[in-house]
């Protein structure tokens, strides 16, 4: 892998998101809503049933029922790395890396949290005995990124001595419950600075359950950036410059989607993530790259026919793809019962099930 950003899969925006502004997705939210820590067990979270009217109130491990012999449930295997890590300059000045992207050999992209930023050549003294050479900006010269060449091995050297990169909104140091919670029961690849927050709510009895009762599985690969926890800072959301992850459909999946079409079964995607990675692949026909797709009001999905998610910040770019899947006015009414009946939001807190909305229906 190239030290540069390889070119990201972009979009036009849809002519229905114009009308739409920023504040159409923002809700008043009361802090004791967002979730510190996850339910006792994972498939204990509680689940809003949205996909008809009036929305049911269930429990998570309650969905096996609610799909049918032969749906296919797409999840997202990225594996969090414990990606902040800690260190000072020459000078003695705290510093603090969240590593965005492995890039090649002991190469990585890297958000640095400094009081004054250190010039390129500069030596870090890492926590753990590890040095990180600051080689410039990445993606280029001007980008939002640092680049930095460490001492070993950048998977070994986070995996002992990183932390887990718990979401903005926590308020708690991570510590072990956070390492095993905050990674999904089926995370295989190493790459991701935030989970698939909807399939933490898996475990056995729930896969199990759905196994038994004919519903298929296959899984893609997103690795969630940093930026997936950025507001949308403009008004007008056509302005907003979408950020860039790396994804992955493999073969196999494609096959099983294709089968499941003939079959006239539905694709269930597990998470905004799954949702980004299956409809790059659709709109572009390419399997494997960067996307920096942006889904709005008026986009038209290809691939998702049910979507479980969970609740997302307001004016989030996540916010924005749930309206585009099921409804805007849906979606907002949605929020309210969740609100109201004291739902958990965000990263440890409860699921929704939504079913898309017809092809050109943007309201």
């Known amino acids: 892998m190239h030290s540069s950003a390889p070119e990201a899969l972009r979009l036009p925006l849809p002519e229905a998101a114009r009308r739409f502004t920023l504040s159409d997705f923002d809700f008043a939210l009361p802090p004791e809503r967002i979730a510190q820590h996850p339910a006792p067990e994972r498939s204990a979270s509680r689940l809003l049933d949205g996909t008809g009217a009036p929305p049911v109130d269930r429990i998570f491990r309650d969905l ?6 032969g749906d296919l449930l797409v999840f ?48 870090l003294a890492m926590d753990g005995g590890f040095t990180a050479t600051l080689l410039g900006r ?3 010269a001007d980008g939002p990124l640092f680049r930095f ?41 190493p790459g991701a600075v935030a989970a698939p927050t909807a399939a933490l709510h898996f475990d056995a009895a729930v896969l199990a359950a759905l196994e038994a009762r004919g519903v298929r599985r296959a899984s893609v690969t997103l690795h969630v950036g940093a930026g997936t926890f950025q507001p949308v800072k403009t008004e007008n959301i056509a302005e907003h410059r979408m950020h860039s992850e790396r994804y992955d459909v493999p073969a196999a999946t494609q096959q099983a989607i294709a089968d499941t079409r003939a079959r006239g079964a539905r694709v269930v995607a597990v998470g905004t993530t799954t949702v980004r ?23 038209g999905f290809r691939v998702a026919d049910l979507l479980v998610t969970n609740f997302h910040l307001p004016k989030s770019t996540l916010m924005l793809l749930v309206c585009a899947f099921a ?37």
């Open 64 to 69: 096996p029922a609610l799909l049918a012999p």
């Open 76 to 123: 997202n295997d990225t594996k969090v790395v414990k990606a902040r890590l800690y260190g000072e300059k020459p000078t003695g000045g705290k510093v603090e890396l969240l590593i965005e992207r492995v890039l090649q050999g002991r190469e990585v992209a890297a958000h640095m949290k400094v009081s004054k930023k250190p010039p390129a050549g500069t030596v």
């Open 327 to 363: 409804g805007h006015a849906r979606v907002m009414a949605l929020y309210r019962h969740a609100i109201a009946q004291r739902y958990r939001f965000f990263s440890y807190g409860d699921a929704m099930l939504l079913a898309r909305r017809p092809w050109g229906d943007a309201g």
């Open 138 to 140: 990445w993606p280029d």
């Open 149 to 189: 060449a460490f001492s070993a091995d950048a998977y070994a050297l986070m995996e002992a001595h990183g932390h887990v990169p718990l979401p903005p909104y926590i308020t708690h140091a991570d510590g072990e419950e956070d390492a095993r919670r905050y990674q999904t029961v089926f995370a295989r690849q």
């Open 277 to 299: 990675t299956l409809e790059s692949w659709a709109a572009s026909g390419v399997a494997h790259g960067d996307t920096a797709i942006f889904i709005t009001p008026g986009f």
